[in-house]
DNA sequence: AAGTACTAATTGGTCAGGCCAGTTGACCAG
DNA sequence: CTGGTCAACTGGCCTGACCAATTAGTACTT
């Protein structure tokens, strides 16, 4: 309840402040920065610091860095970088109804289009999936399996990352605590009856009814996640190395 | 087409290796990974080399950076990064299916729910836009600022940033020069006028006219760049650095 | 015996300075 | 004007060191 102290890193300033200048324009979209050394005295850190901070930068495909040139401005906005530190603007319901929307139009197309051959790497999640309810972290993968599996029907590579990158965001650390008192066998077999019908409607050819039925599954997702809250915050233990890992969040 | 040469930095192949020992299962979620010292003693390389990968990784969002504690793995799967260096396996026609696909239901829902300020917003970016054709950079800026505000009309953060990330993926170098032989005002202005039968659906809450109308649109976008194809390796120059940034691609 | 406060080892964060390799542009010979 | 050389940047990588946060161990108190 106290601190928000947060120390945040010194190259992550860095690149925050770089970012920004990005961002705002002072620093044109093709244009050269300054070589290292000369920021590192204009910011007046190591250049070992401003080094880290550039190479975030480039992870995000703000600036290309070429090697004995210089590095250039790419791009002016965020293109947010999916994983660590998003603000926690996106919270868990609001990622669940983007993936309602979005999942929703992916199964509708997939049901116009799955073979044979996709109806039964859908199988082989859900066998997978219910064949581990017991392990956090095996029946996440199957889990995800599924979904993108879904998205593997139309074919879109694209399709496919986004789908796994939304599943993917509920992993990191601010989530992945809120649903750790609600998470069991019980609720990961209720996700894998809504995922039963999902795969029926797809391999029928059933549009409307995949789409319902995707609809129904991350709605009740969002319920079963809702009903966790309130008590998420009791306990604040649990920091130890040794403890469990970050398990799952909530069922899809 | 000659050179295929990369010469891959090394702080980049260390990210790599680790990156595939945590997709392999190796090295287990949750698991704290070697002390930076180790690593660089294992690796044979030095420790702002091994401290440069895991920032990266870090950013990908698949490692935890704790200070004085030590470094754990967050999630197993890639969560790829948006910008930077993408297989090229998603091209530009991927992109553009799967953006129909979104931002056809995005469109649908928004239309539902705009109120007289969201409209207010999408005239501004429109206005922009009819302003600015002859500017490669700021018509492009424009054309965000439309897509993502149909993606702010629902009100989801998740929705607004998605879409911002797709548009921008055609900002990468090897998109960048495809569409850099049929740019013009000319077709920027085709944009335009579908742009704002979007609009008018919207505003007079037709879903199904909206969704219809991003579709054309995005149809026409994939149809203009097709139109590019055959032509685009002709000319191989505008390496130096003072020549134009990279400029847009496809209208959207 | 249990809990607490302190201490020491471990680990990431930052810095300084240096050398190497690729890039670039100016200069010079043909 | 063409081609080659060369010197001045610029990023890539390294060594070694110190600081700060965390954590585990220990001694002390209760």
């Known amino acids: 309840m106290f601190s928000p102290v947060e120390s945040r890193r ?5 690149a925050d402040q770089i970012r920004l200048m990005i961002a705002s324009g002072e620093l044109a979209v093709g244009q ?6 000369d920021l590192a005295e204009q910011l007046s850190v190591s250049r070992p610091t401003v080094r880290e901070a550039l190479i975030v930068l480039e992870v995000e495909g703000l600036v290309n860095i070429r090697m004995g040139s210089g590095i250039y401005v790419v791009r002016q906005h965020a293109a947010t970088v999916t994983g660590a530190e998003r603000e926690p603007v996106e919270g868990p319901f609001e990622l669940l109804q983007a ?3 979005i999942e929703c139009a992916i199964a509708e197309e997939a049901a116009g289009r799955a073979k044979p051959d996709d109806i039964a790497l859908l199988d082989e999640a859900l066998t997978r999936m219910g064949g581990v309810v017991n392990d956090a972290i095996a ?3 199957a889990d995800r399996a599924f979904h993108t599996g879904i998205a593997a ?3 879109n590579a694209t399709l496919i990352r ?5 599943f993917d965001m509920r992993m ?3 989530f992945a605590r809120l649903a750790s008192h609600f998470e069991g066998p019980t609720t990961w077999r209720s996700a894998l009856d809504e995922h039963r019908a999902i795969r029926d409607a797809i391999a029928a050819g059933d549009a409307a009814g995949a789409k319902a039925a995707m609809r129904a599954h991350l709605t009740m997702s969002q319920k079963r996640f809702s009903e966790s809250f309130g008590e998420e915050f009791s306990g604040e233990e649990e920091r130890g190395r040794n403890k469990r890992p970050s398990k799952g969040t ?3």
């Open 99 to 101: 993936r309602a929307l």
């Open 162 to 166: 986004v789908t796994g990158e939304m």
């Open 10 to 14: 010194l190259y992550r300033q860095v």
């Open 153 to 155: 029907i139309v074919g």
């Open 172 to 174: 990191t650390p601010y």
């Open 250 to 252: 909530a069922k899809t």
């Open 139 to 141: 029946v996440l993968d």
């Open 32 to 37: 050269r920065l300054p070589a290292e050394r």
